[in-house]
């Protein structure tokens, strides 16, 4: 079955103490993408990557680090997690090659930093 | 600065009855548009996408319309069920090389037995 999985999909943690939540998709594709859903603010990109070793930043980067050894692994690192990124996340991933693809999202992660 | 936006925030509908839920756009530049359903406790679900060349595309029991003049994009459901009770976003492609998409807040749809 085509997927995005996260792990893990809930967390409650304390401020400072270096957290990762992975991301793996196993449909082959380049572009993969981490979000922040928020009450009143909709889905917000953190970060991107178009390829393997290639990632840039989206709207919301403060705070976090990605990286891309692999075509399918896509983790999201938070350093030293702090209050306000409290927040429901997402990655996704599509095919590149064109503007009209959709992006295929997982079931998100619920972080918690208290 | 550029946004997706949506006209409602809620709708309530019976089942069985037909249901729009609208959107519009403020970006020219964007060229990709898609639909996507959320349910409680997961991510969004692709519902159907129309890219800007199109005014009409139509899925299974889904429509989605473009009005590129006045900039407005809507979903019709037809004959909606009770699994259609989601949150339901718009997303934008602006054009631009990194793919991003960019959200509307959401349109909650309830449907009522």
């Known amino acids: 079955e085509a997927q995005v999985t996260q792990n893990p999909r809930y967390l409650i943690t304390v401020t400072g103490k270096k957290l990762t939540v992975t991301c793996s998709q196993n449909?082959?594709?380049?572009?993969m993408s981490w979000y922040r859903q928020d009450p009143g603010l909709g889905l917000r990109q953190i970060y991107y990557?178009?390829?393997?070793?290639?990632?840039d930043k989206g709207d919301v980067p403060e705070g976090y680090k990605v990286s891309r050894k692999e075509k399918r692994n896509f983790p999201l690192i938070l350093e030293s997690p702090s209050p306000n990124q409290t927040s429901l996340y997402f990655c996704a991933s599509r095919r590149t090659g064109g503007s009209n693809q959709p992006q295929h999202f997982g079931d998100g992660t619920r972080l918690s930093i208290l | 600065g550029e946004s997706v936006g949506l006209h409602l925030p809620t709708l309530s509908v019976q089942e069985g009855d037909n249901s729009i839920i609208n959107c519009a756009y403020s970006?020219?530049?964007?060229?990709?548009f898609i639909w996507y359903k959320q349910e409680s406790g997961k991510g969004p679900q692709f519902i159907i996408d129309i890219r800007s060349n199109m005014d009409k595309r139509q899925g299974q029991r889904v429509t989605v319309l473009l009005n590129k003049t006045v900039k407005h994009l809507s979903l019709q459901i037809a004959a909606t069920q009770p699994g259609d009770s989601a949150v339901y976003f718009c997303?934008?492609?602006?054009?631009?090389?990194?793919?991003?998409?960019?959200f509307g807040k959401g349109t909650l749809l309830t449907v009522n037995p």
């Open positions: 970006n020219s530049a964007s060229d990709y």
């Open positions: 997303a934008e492609n602006s054009g631009g090389s990194n793919y991003k998409l960019t």
């Open positions: 449909m082959n594709h380049e572009y």
């Open positions: 990557s178009m390829n393997v070793e290639v990632t």
